[in-house]
């Protein structure tokens, strides 16, 4: 599949949303759910070269495999959460995706410690020398 199967894809599921939405409203946000994983599932499937590249490159340069698999995280976590942020404001629901977008923030922070903590000792060595 390529941009345009994806493209497709949402622009069918949003007319059909729409349509829902004037009818069955109860059905609308079902279908905008399981629209936005197939469209996920998707680009995953296009991402998979990105990262083998990534990590090709990333061996060449003696960079930590565990520092990629950070980086790797953080970038699902971003996306998840903002998928789920539209999901709830399209429900109507803004606060709500509010409370997950921040969420996601935290979910970053906190996989994060283990990389400040190298850069604090990185940097506390070079003092000491």
Known sequence: MN???IVGIAL???????????YSPEFSV???IIASIIILLISV?????????I???????NISSENIKLIFKAIGICYIAQIGKDICIDCGERALGDK??????IAIASISIPV??????????????
């Open 116 to 129: 400040a903590t190298q850069v604090l000792k990185l940097v506390l060595e070079l003092i000491n020398k």
């Open 55 to 61: 990590e090709e490159i990333s061996s060449c340069a």
């Open 12 to 22: 069918i599921s949003a007319c059909l949303i729409v349509v829902l939405r004037r």
């Open 100 to 105: 997950v977008d921040l969420a996601g923030k």
């Open 45 to 53: 499937v296009f991402g998979k070269e990105i990262f083998e590249k």
């Open 3 to 5: 941009i345009f199967s």
């Open 30 to 32: 079902p279908v905008s």
